[in-house]
């Protein structure tokens, strides 16, 4: 007898992307995503915009879901959604969506946390991509996130490293907002330093202990050293633009690249997987092939769409909780601060 096939409907409105995707048991049928432009306006994630925005998308980009997966709602086996962590404004849109729509299906909800998300999207069915095996790292980097995760199996998984201030997608937005980049500047910032010199100037690197992150002290060192140079010489950013952007990518690559590898040291493990917004900075995955090369890990990096935030994701946690039974109560509310 075939198996019965499970269809998923995620969402995820944890930040600035309203997404809604349609899983067929692993594989993935639709993974619509709605970007919110109007924060390039303010140089950041604006919350309340966010907010009024998810209420305007959300339901277009759950039609076009269900629309492009071609299947009908009434064929749904179960609703995940995004409960945190994130924006709480953005948070509650998904939620009561997602509740509603269980209910009115009559089908179980489950909730998802964003960044077990981010490392399950690593276990959606693609062809000729490996997935990595119990126990392995992931690094999620984003503009929201920088955490390294033990993963010993799909829900047990120990944070043993993370910022303790900002992200590195914020260190890579805050330095390019310094040097008059457009918003989010990290794809600004990589394009820039394939040219320059990364050892033209010398960031320091922060001292934290154990296996956390610290960037709020990096971009306050590049925001001195750009006061100090335009006294100079006004020109000085245009005239070095590629160099400065290649020594800051030099700098936080190395930042990122030294904690991965005490992780491996304490651990043993040497498979590693990355997600994230950032993981698409050739820095990092020139880093992460090297280190295949000279250490012997083995990585692992989604494809582009599953790194940065989207419900296919979420769909592949609600996938894997619906084999388990674990279905969320309907008065679940939507949580900023969840822990993994
Ligand atoms: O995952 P994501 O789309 O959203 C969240 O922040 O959760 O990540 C967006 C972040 C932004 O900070 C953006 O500047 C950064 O990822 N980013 C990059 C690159 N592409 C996106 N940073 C460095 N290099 C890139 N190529
Ligand atoms: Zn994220």
Known sequence: MSKENIYILGIESSCDDTSSAVL????????????????AEYGGVVPELASRAHQSNIVPVVDQALKQANIN??????????????????????????KSLAYGLDIPLIDVNHMQGHILAHFIEENAYTKPPFPFLAMTISGGHTQIVKVNSYFDMDVIGETIDDAVGEAYDKSGKILGLGYPAGPQIDKLAQTGNPKAYQFTKPKVDGLNFSFSGLKTGILYFIQRETKNNPEFVKENLADICASIQYTIIGILMDKLKSAV??????????????????????????????????????????????????????????LEKEFSDFDIMATARLKI
């Not at 067929?24 to 924060?39: F, G, P, T």
């Not at 092939?289 to 296919?312: L, M, R, S, V």
Request: glycine letters at 12%; hydrophobic letters at 40%.
């Open 24 to 39: 067929c048991n692993d594989k993935i049928l639709s993974n619509v995503v709605a970007s919110q432009k109007i924060h």
């Open 73 to 98: 709602k009434d064929q749904l086996h179960a609703i995940a959604f995004t409960r945190g962590p994130g924006l709480m404004g953005s948070l509650l849109v998904g939620t009561s969506f997602a």
């Open 265 to 322: 040291k304490q651990t043993g493990i040497t498979h590693i997987a990355i997600g994230g917004g950032v993981s698409a900075n050739s820095g990092i995955r020139a880093a992460l092939k090297n280190a295949e090369q000279k250490h012997g890990w083995t990585t692992y990096i989604p494809k582009f769409e599953y790194t940065t935030d989207n419900a296919a994701m979420i769909a592949i946690v609600g996938y894997l909780k619906y």
